[in-house]
């Protein structure tokens, strides 16, 4: 059996998100998910920080080309990256991989909670 990484993280945030859509639904703009799944993750003892601006490098330049934000980092380890459209699509998951490398973590949850049901999709490096 496989075992996964940070799966009792993932998992709590998965529970909080769960508990966000199944009070709000679909059909909010993204930050209310996120001020939601703030407070749920809070409540169930999650330390995570939010909005972290993370600078992009390219190659060998010794200066940022830019900066990312990703929506959570969760206890140092889970990125999470929220979306709130009708479903999840390979842009999606490429952003987050992105961000994934540039936060320099090996797992992110991209949860999407704009469709009826709940939607997520757990990634690794």
Do not use: C
């Amino acid at each position: 059996m496989i075992e996964l990484k940070h799966k009792d993280i993932t998992g709590l945030i998965i529970g909080a998100s769960f508990e966000v859509h199944k009070f709000l639904g679909n059909g909010f703009q993204e930050v209310i998910y996120q001020r939601a799944l703030s407070w749920e993750m809070g409540q169930v003892g999650l330390e995570y920080m939010r909005e972290i601006s993370q600078d992009i490098f390219y190659k060998d330049l010794p200066d940022p080309i830019g900066t990312r934000r990703a929506d959570f980092v969760v206890e140092n380890k889970v990125l999470v990256e929220l979306k709130a459209v009708k479903a999840i699509d390979n842009v999606h998951m490429a952003q987050t991989l992105n961000y994934l490398k540039a936060y320099r973590l090996k797992v992110a949850l991209l949860i999407n909670f704009g469709s009826i049901s709940l939607d997520f999709r757990r990634l690794v490096l």
